[in-house]
């Protein structure tokens, strides 16, 4: 059974930092690449940062660059984010999905809110 559960969200105020993790299992983590997406209320979920099966490949939306940062580690089937220096446009639901050609796997979310 895939499972990909998030994890880590909550309420901090600007300019703080949250990790947030991302655990799967059910299927091959390591043959996966990994991918943020954030959906704030009445907007589309965008993708924040992905990172490649190995971890050798990374990229990030221009909104976050500099401030976010993706890893992973395949020996935990468990994928991270480091959002340091946030900000109230941060405050989203944040989704964690496993991506390999047209199979992929959501989790159900984790919320971040910022605010003072």
């Known amino acids: 059974q895939v499972q990909v559960v998030e994890s880590g969200g909550g309420l901090v105020q600007p300019g703080g930092s949250l990790r947030l993790s991302c655990v799967a299992s059910g299927f091959t983590f390591s043959s996966y690449a990994m991918m943020w997406y954030r959906q704030a209320p009445g907007k589309e979920r965008a993708l924040v940062a992905s990172?490649?099966?190995?971890?050798?490949?990374?990229n990030y939306a221009n909104s976050v660059k500099g401030r976010f940062t993706i890893s992973r580690d395949n020996a935990k089937n468990t994928v991270y984010l480091q959002m340091n220096s946030l900000k109230p446009e941060d405050t989203a639901m944040y989704y964690c999905?496993?991506?390999?050609?047209?199979?992929?796997?959501w989790g159900q979310g984790t919320q971040v809110t910022v605010s003072s």
């Open positions: 990172i490649s099966s190995t971890g050798g490949g990374r």
């Open positions: 999905k496993a991506v390999r050609g047209k199979s992929g796997y």
